[in-house]
């Protein structure tokens, strides 16, 4: 059994910065892959950034390059999501995701067996 329990999040005005961590316990080979996903208001949960278990390879979504850096420790099976530049737009709560295969480029919420609870980001303009 894996679990994800993330934190960091809260308010931030525009062009502030915040870090999210989600702290994985469990099996290792459950977390080869770790991301992060949003949910706005009234939308879908939506691919913000992933990692393999190596730290090596990572992937953004198109919005966040450029401002957001996802990185993890292996060690402590902990990943951080680095948070710029922030925007209104970026206003979701956001979850921490990991499964035990290996992705590339976008995943999708289905592709994710385990999840963190969610942490809310507001950006105010």
């Known amino acids: 059994q894996v679990q994800l329990v993330e934190s960091g999040g809260g308010l931030v005005q525009a062009g502030g910065s915040l870090r999210l961590s989600c702290a994985a316990s469990?099996?290792?080979?459950?977390?080869?892959?770790m991301g992060w996903f949003r949910q706005a208001p009234g939308k879908e949960r939506v691919f913000v950034a992933s990692?393999?278990?190596?730290?090596?390879?990572?992937y953004y979504t198109d919005s966040v390059k450029g401002r957001f850096t996802i990185s993890r420790d292996s060690a402590m099976n902990t990943v951080y999501l680095q948070m710029n530049s922030l925007k209104p737009e970026d206003t979701a709560i956001y979850y921490c995701?990991?499964?035990?295969?290996?992705?590339?480029?976008?995943?999708?919420?289905?592709?994710?067996?385990?999840w963190g609870q969610g942490t809310q980001v507001t950006v105010s303009s």
């Open positions: 995701a990991a499964d035990s295969r290996l992705y590339s480029g976008t995943i999708q919420p289905y592709q994710c067996e385990h």
């Open positions: 469990g099996r290792a080979s459950s977390t080869t892959t």
């Open positions: 990692i393999w278990r190596s730290g090596s390879v990572t």
